[in-house]
Nanobody, 124 residues
Framework: QAQLVESGGEEVQPGDSLTLSCKSSNSAWKNFAKGWFRQVPGKDREFVAAVSGFADEIAYADSAKGRFTISRDNDKNLLFLQLTKLTPDDAAVYYC?????????????????WGRGTRVTFSS
């Protein structure tokens, strides 16, 4: 049973904005540090943004700074990623991840739990 489920991915055009969501079905995870990663075919999965369990620490990849915003609603077990000024380079499958501590990490290997991803594509 999937415990992290992403949603919100869709086809967009350059300059568009989009909000991705990640719902955790495990209430015990509400204060886990969480992050967003993305992957395009043929490339490694890359870090996008991360937030600590109580949202007191946030980090962004250079490609995301100034354009993306990560946020969370622990009461609803939700994680968000607001994407703005989208470019074709942002086309990817976006994954939500969680680690069993409130301490934030930007390292993929430190995340234990992963969703199945939501796809952001660009219209040709």
């Amino acid at each position: 049973q999937a415990q992290l489920v992403e949603s919100g991915g869709e086809e967009v055009q350059p300059g568009d904005s989009l909000t991705l969501s990640c719902k955790s079905s495990n209430s015990a995870w509400k204060n886990f540090a969480k992050g967003w990663f993305r992957q395009v075919p043929g490339k490694d999965r890359e870090f996008v943004a991360a937030v600590s369990g109580f949202a007191d620490e946030i980090a962004y990849a250079d490609s995301a700074k100034g354009r993306f915003t990560i946020s969370r609603d622990n009461d609803k077990n939700l994680l968000f990623l607001q994407l703005t000024k989208l470019t074709p380079d942002d086309a990817a499958v976006y994954y939500c991840a969680a680690r069993p501590t409130a301490t934030m990490s930007t390292t993929e290997k430190s995340y234990y739990y992963w969703g199945r991803g939501t796809r952001v594509t660009f219209s040709s």
